[in-house]
């Protein structure tokens, strides 16, 4: 594996690369690397010539300072997962590559209600610093497949959109959570959890299998709530348990028995902020 640090010297690799060859697979990341990123990879490599990956904190998508600071850092572990597991080339911009002139303004990307919603609404600000950078990342590695893990459903939505308004001509490639053998997805924040929070947090996922069995045509309130209060009554702070549209995410009060659906939940377990979803009719 090849570590570029700067953005000529991957844009030189990659232009003598592309020459020859036609596909290039990109996994973003922002490192405390788990099996969830490692998939992504070996999803990358069945479907690219090139598996070329990233690692930058992005410090624009953190809508809290102390999230920002508590974030994992764990980058020798990271790189020799990343090397282990077949990537090709890593790209480990520092700020001052990414963000050179902090004084140009910010673009403002137009991801409609998709900013507002969800997590978009608990964390303002968030999908636009991920925009900022993934847009960064994409013009940069120019790669024809991006692979992003459906755990962040939304933000799968929103790249979606962001290659859609920028005319980026890259393929999303979403694949699905890895999860603890107890339910728990994936996620760099667990390295955050006690033995004991890891375990209580599979409550999240179990909710979200309880909607899925139980769901009907008909009115979604009840179930809703019923969802809330049972991780209200298993210790979290719950932001939010939504059922919406998949393609489209726009919450849903009411199931016409058809449509395709998705089950999303964010809380916090002391103060580690969990998020998970499920299609509840896949
Ligand atoms: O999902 C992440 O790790 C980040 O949001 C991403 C896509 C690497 C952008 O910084």
Request: charged share 25%; with cysteine.
């Amino acid at each position: 594996m090849i570590i570029i640090k700067t953005i000529d010297g991957i844009t030189s690799r990659l232009r003598k690369f592309r020459s020859i060859h036609s596909s290039i697979g990109f996994v973003p990341t922002m490192g405390a690397l788990h099996k969830g990123h490692i998939s992504l990879l070996q999803n990358c490599k069945q479907v690219c010539e090139l598996a070329v990956s990233s690692i930058f904190i992005n410090p624009t998508q953190f809508n809290n300072a102390d999230d920002f600071k508590k974030y994992p850092v764990t980058l020798e572990q990271d790189i020799y997962t990343l090397e282990k597991n077949g990537c090709d080339v890593l790209f480990l911009p520092d700020t001052n590559e990414m963000y050179p002139d902090e004084t140009i303004p910010k673009k403002h990307f137009d991801l409609g209600q998709l900013e507002i919603i969800l997590e978009g609404k608990y964390r303002p600000g968030h999908f636009q610093g991920v925009c900022q950078a993934v847009k960064r990342l994409l013009e940069i590695v120019m790669p024809s497949h991006v692979f992003m893990g459906q755990k962040d459903y939304q933000q799968c939505m929103v790249i979606k959109k962001l290659l859609e308004i920028e005319n980026l001509n890259t393929q999303l490639i979403i694949c699905t959570t890895l999860r603890e053998e107890n339910g728990l997805a994936m996620s760099s924040r667990n390295l955050r959890l006690s033995e004991k929070q890891r375990e209580d947090a599979a409550a999240i996922y179990k909710t979200l299998r309880h909607v899925k069995q139980n769901i009907r045509s008909g009115s979604l309130l009840q179930l809703k709530k019923d969802a809330q209060d049972y991780l209200s009554g298993n210790n979290f702070k719950v932001e939010y348990v939504e059922i919406a549209e998949a393609d489209n995410l726009n919450i849903v009060d009411e199931w016409d028995g058809v449509t395709r659906l998705v089950i999303l939940a964010a809380a916090f377990i002391g103060d580690v902020r969990l998020i998970d979803n499920i299609l509840l009719k896949d």
